[in-house]
């Protein structure tokens, strides 16, 4: 029996308590202008307050007509029409149409009553004095946007959570909506304890290692659209460690502290998280690659604290599994849904752990295919190489060949 599996919390139980410490947490908005919107996360529903069109639009040059009267028309078989007025895209269409008669539209032009269709001028040939003959049939409501049929008043045109892009803002503009309610990017702060670090400009010496974890976790902590305040470089001691976390917990949102929670060095890391908020509730989680991931909260300065496992690999797939996770309830962040494919091959899995197994996608035609790409929690370029991951539930002893997942 592994005693400290014990005292793991499965990855659900990790992000349930740290919902709950959060959950009186309301994240940062402020209000801008739609026109520097681009890229954040609206943070309420954006709901018409009117119909687009609010009248009915041509979409074409040409005239208005009743379909009926165009029933039969062909090359050889025009319908003929009287032409009674004509209405420009400025101007409010002020005479009706009625049986034989049409009316001039230009593209984007009001339509007016009366008229179910429009006849494309490149269809029609002007033969006398405020007459046309039209060689084309047309079937109701043809080249015209109804009234809201791209808008309409009441409709939820932008949900919370969503990603604000060109389109969204285009749509805005075509509500007459001049500014934005959004979430404000969470502030980062990345602290690496260790005394092996050296920067990646500098040359490597005996047993130093690049620091690899702050720039891939700054990379992680904006594809969600968070704020990277400082990347810290500290000596792997207990006075170092509480000095940067303790400077950074009164500026930041989220404070990351990556490596500093495996087994030899973990002890300072949690005894420091431990001396400032008092509130250290996940001592490891049961997922592979990660167990070693602590989580605590400093509730005077509402700051999220996660002690990461060291391994480049485990720490960036952790940020995500738990921190990236986190932001997405909390401000409804909506994610592309996942990928469903079919398991390459039989793959066995450690039972008591949940399993984040690395995969590359391929397509063989009939569908994806998920190919395992097996590294240890050491490596970095395994996650450049992997298209994403598949989770297998802690109950379960592996994947068989051609299962779904």
Known sequence: LNIELLNTDTLAQAREKLNKETENDVLKVRRIACADALGYICAEDIIAKENVPPFRRSTVDGYAIIARDSYGASDSNPAFYRVTDQVTIEETARTAVGPGEAVQVQTGSMVPDGATAILMAEYTEIYAA???IGYKAVSEGENI???GE???FGDCLIQRGRRINAGDIGTMAALGICDVLVYISPIVSIISPGDEWVAIGEPLTASKIRAINSYGLAAEARTVG????RQLRVKDNEEEIFKAVSQSVKDSDIVLLSGGSSKGNKDYTKKVLENITGNVFTHGISVKPGKPTILAYDREHRTVIAGLPGHPMAAMLMFRLVIADWYRKKSGLRMRPPY??????????NQGRETCLL???ISNGEGLVAKPIYAKSGSIAS???ADGYVLIPRNREGLNKNEPV
């Open 150 to 152: 791209d808008m309409a």
């Open 145 to 147: 946007v109804q009234i």
């Open 383 to 385: 996650l450049g190489r």
């Open 226 to 229: 968070m704020t990277v305040r």
């Open 359 to 361: 995969v590359k996608l």
């Open 340 to 349: 469903r494919a079919r398991i390459s091959e039989n793959v066995s899995s």
């Open 130 to 132: 405020a007459k046309i």
